[in-house]
């Protein structure tokens, strides 16, 4: 799974070249990851935007929040499913399958009722 979380670091690394490029012009992969870095230490938007006040960056605040936005949703995090897996992998085979299940019930709910016939239209 890390090699995943690579690929889509990797992945965010570019999309954050493509708008610095388009935006500024400028296409620089330690740009990029220098502000996916201050992305990563800001708590908030506000808080974001003041950094890069303060190192003198001088983007509009429509391309700030668009950066950051971009940063929050792409930014690849351990996944819940990752953490069950390395939890399952100690355990026995049926408590894998056991894990399996419970994940299954817990991202699609209404996939595990059972059949109701009556429900059923011609």
Known sequence: MEELQNLEYLSLVSKI?????NHLGINDKDLAEFIINVAQSSDSYDTFRKKLAEIDAGFPDSFSSNLYRIVQKMLPTPSKKTTLE??????????????????????????CKPNDPSVRVS
């Open 17 to 21: 070249c493509t708008e610095l490029d």
């Open 86 to 111: 390395n939890n399952s992998e100690t355990n026995s085979d049926q408590s894998r399958i056991l894990t399996d299940v419970a994940l299954r019930k817990a991202i699609c709910p209404i996939l």
